[in-house]
């Protein structure tokens, strides 16, 4: 075989792979394509129901209550509210009556509970006003934003992302959704955590700086908010360490406890 005759036969044979990958391209396009491999979706449970609620994103407000911020070392008097996000795949579900095993991450030396109300949504928009704001809320859970505070601290005094302190596996731990249709709106009633036994944190509701509706509005200014985002709303004082063997008792008036174990 000399070189045109090679030349020919491998240009022939790669036309006719490429019409082949075309026709099989072609017949593949009327189903979606289909995954290497498959990564699981994150859904909530929803109390009472058999459905469950499906995440998108978790944004989370920083220093929304006054007594926190200045414990963070800021004047909650001035400071527009501001947001961060964590990971969907973050969340640890937490069912009711139980207490859960929550692993002590990696890295940190001073791990932080926070307890917070967390609002999910069911639908979006831009540029959402106060007052149509929570027409967008499904429903509300009780959350932990657990925050490895050494990491949090260490970045913000280098004036880099907090990333590593607020977004790791399991930092998003989360109680089933409740949904407005059976609670309402939740705005006040008191809201706290124990550490074995011994209350931590214990606050109101009605002492957030930005309300859930003003946090729509505001975050909607930000980015377009859709169905299956969630809203952490932020810590009242008293933030602190866990070690391993601590169990965390959270309350949040109007709905059920949520436990977990470090281990
Ligand atoms: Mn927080």
Redesign the pocket.
């Known amino acids: 075989m000399d070189t045109v005759d090679r030349r020919t036969i491998l240009a022939t044979g790669a036309l006719a792979l490429t019409g082949a990958a075309t026709s099989i391209g072609r017949a593949e396009a009327q189903a979606a394509p289909k995954p290497i491999f498959a990564v699981p979706a994150v859904t909530i449970p929803i109390a009472g129901q058999a459905e469950v609620f499906p995440v998108r994103r978790i944004y989370?407000?920083?220093r929304?209550y006054a007594a926190h911020a200045i414990e963070r070392g800021s004047d909650p008097t001035r400071e527009p509210p501001f947001f961060f996000q964590k990971p969907t795949d973050a969340i640890q579900n937490v069912a009711v009556g139980t207490v859960a095993d929550h692993p002590y991450p990696l890295l940190t030396k001073n791990y932080h509970h926070?307890v917070?109300l967390v609002a999910a949504l069911k639908s979006g928009g831009t540029n959402i006003a106060p007052e149509q704001a929570l027409d967008h809320v499904y429903g509300y859970a009780l959350g932990l934003?657990m925050?490895r505070r050494d990491l949090q601290n260490g970045m913000a005094s280098e004036k880099k992302p907090w990333e590593i302190g607020k977004s790791f596996d399991h930092a998003a731990v989360l109680g089933p959704i409740h949904p407005v249709a059976k609670v309402g709106h939740l705005a006040k009633g008191a809201i706290s955590l124990a550490v074995n036994g011994t209350i931590r944190q214990n606050s109101d509701l009605d002492r957030m700086t930005w309300s859930v509706a003003e946090q729509i509005a505001k975050l909607s200014e930000a980015f377009e908010l859709k169905a299956g985002d969630i809203i952490?709303s932020?810590?009242p004082e008293n933030v602190g360490p866990v070690v391993k063997g601590d169990v965390l008792l959270c309350k949040l008036e109007g709905l059920p406890d949520m436990s977990i174990r470090i281990v």
Do not use: F, K, R
Request: with cysteine.
């Open positions: 989370c407000i920083g929304n926070e917070e934003d925050t952490y932020g810590t």
